[in-house]
T-cell receptor, first 111, second 113 residues
Framework: EDKVVQSPLSLVVHEGDTVTLNCSYE??????LLWYKQEKKAPTFLFMLTSSGIEKKSGRLSSILDKKELFSILNITATQTGDSAVYLCAVDGSGTYKYIFGTGTRLKVLA | SQTIHQWPATLVQPVGSPLSLECTVE??????LYWYRQAAGRGLQLLFYSVGIGQISSEVPQNLSASRPQDRQFILSSKKLLLSDSGFYLC????????????FGDGTRLSIL
């Protein structure tokens, strides 16, 4: 059975810290991996990683994909209180554009 | 630019009552459409997806159904709600061609009493 596991489940840091969120997966036919940030309502798209795009960066956020070891990490540097959210990872592992979501990592950044 | 609208934002319904949640997408044609349910601590569970008008695939057997009467309209329904149907329901779309990310609506928080 395909699955996506995120760790840690929750994390509390102080402003200015750097955090690393993990997403490991076991799927039949990997196509892509997505990262989302969810505050109160809609998950907001952050990055898509594929075989042809294994590293992405936007401001203080960056992500890499390791297809050999079957995981991805999301890095956030110089964290701010506005980074507090649940971060979701999702994998299309069947090649049918249907994504399996992890349970998320809840990040809290203290001022 | 593309936008997705989902309503209502919150809904309180008695057990056994019917349900209709609506989702519409603007600014794109022939999108893939998805309904998810998000339970606390359990991530997003895919309920239905659609690649075109009238084409619905169900991922989880349950008393919910979905319909796509128009290209950019996706409806989630139930004839008789159960207590276990409580949750946060999210609609999403992705471009119909190629490997594209999904974009979510603001969700409906459904409480069954």
């Amino acid at each position: 059975e395909d699955k996506v596991v995120q760790s840690p489940l929750s994390l509390v840091v102080h402003e200015g810290d750097t955090v690393t969120l993990n997403c490991s997966y076991e799927v039949t036919n990997f196509r892509s991996l997505l990262w989302y940030k969810q505050e109160k309502k809609a998950p907001t798209f952050l990055f898509m990683l594929t075989s042809s795009g294994i590293e992405k960066k936007s401001g203080r956020l960056s992500s890499i994909l390791d297809k050999k070891e079957l995981f991805s990490i999301l890095n956030i540097t110089a964290t701010q209180t506005g980074d507090s959210a649940v971060y979701l990872c999702a994998v299309d592992g069947s090649g049918t554009y249907k994504y399996i979501f992890g349970t998320g990592t809840r990040l809290k950044v203290l001022a | 630019s593309q936008t997705i609208h989902q309503w209502p934002a919150t809904l309180v319904q008695p057990v056994g009552s019917p349900l209709s949640l609506e989702c519409t997408v603007e600014g794109t044609s022939n999108p893939n459409l998805y309904w998810y349910r998000q339970a606390a601590g359990r991530g997003l569970q895919l309920l239905f997806y659609s690649v075109g008008i009238g084409q619905i695939s169900s991922e989880v057997p349950q008393n919910l159904s979905a319909s796509r009467p128009q290209d950019r309209q996706f409806i989630l329904s139930s004839k008789k709600l159960l207590l276990s149907d409580s949750g946060f329901y999210l609609c999403a779309w992705s471009a119909g061609a190629g490997n594209q990310p999904q974009h979510f609506g603001d969700g409906t928080r459904l409480s069954i009493l």
